[in-house]
């Protein structure tokens, strides 16, 4: 079957870095996604991957290793606001959008 | 980017009525949107693609005459949920998809946070 493995939660300090792991098993691999998603509120895009490597978008990068079927989101320089729920997808074969469950993360001063 | 409206943002209704949820793209037109529905603490769970023009797909499980699609437009898809219980409650989030360089990026309304008593 397919799946889409993330950690539930993750604590982080304001100023830190954090790495948001997710691996993938799909049918078929046609890229992978993080979104960002506010309580209460729709996710909004954070970085696209279909090729091996990192991809730098300001203070977030996002991480694919197609072989390992592996990426992280890493995010630098935290600020209070960037605690959100953070969601992994990938898209498989039919170009449909696989979801992880999210990861919390929660920012402490 | 682009912008997706949904109306209403928030409903609350007795059980075995129904409600209607609207779609919009507001500055593009989208022939395909996508229904989700997201219960606390857990990922978005695709409810059915809505085509339009056509009839929708719904995802193995969804109970296509209790979750009725209407895709009358290019800009506009709607969701009735039909004969709601308590256990529909949840927050329905709609999206369409935008071509991006290599891959369609998604852009998600507002959502709507159904509660049925």
């Known amino acids: 079957g397919q799946n889409i493995d993330q950690p539930t939660e993750m604590t982080a300090t304001e100023g830190a870095i954090v790495q948001i792991n997710c691996t993938y098993q799909t049918s078929g691999f046609n890229g992978l996604f993080w979104y960002q998603q506010h309580a209460g509120e729709a996710p909004t895009f954070l970085s696209y991957?279909?090729l091996d490597g990192l991809e730098e978008k300001g203070r977030f990068s996002s991480f694919l290793s197609r072989s390992k079927g592996y990426s992280y989101l890493l995010l630098k320089e935290l600020q209070m606001k960037d605690s959100a729920s953070y969601l992994c997808a990938a898209l498989d074969s039919n170009y449909q959008l696989i979801w992880g469950a999210g990861t919390k993360l929660i920012i402490k001063p | 980017g682009a912008v997706v409206s949904q109306h209403p943002s928030r409903v609350i209704c007795k059980s075995g009525t129904s409600v209607k949820i609207e779609c919009r793209s507001l500055d593009f037109q989208a022939t395909t949107m996508f229904w989700y529905r997201q219960f606390p603490k857990q990922s978005l769970m695709l409810m059915a693609t809505s085509n339009e023009g056509s009839k929708a797909t719904y995802e193995q499980g969804v109970e296509k005459d209790k979750f009725l699609i209407n895709h009358a437009s290019l800009t506009l898809s709607t969701l009735t949920v039909t004969s709601a219980h308590p256990e529909d409650s949840s927050f329905y989030i709609c999206s369409a998809p935008v071509a991006g360089v290599g891959y369609n990026e998604q852009f998600f309304g507002p959502g709507t946070r159904l509660t049925v008593l």
């Open positions: 991957n279909v």
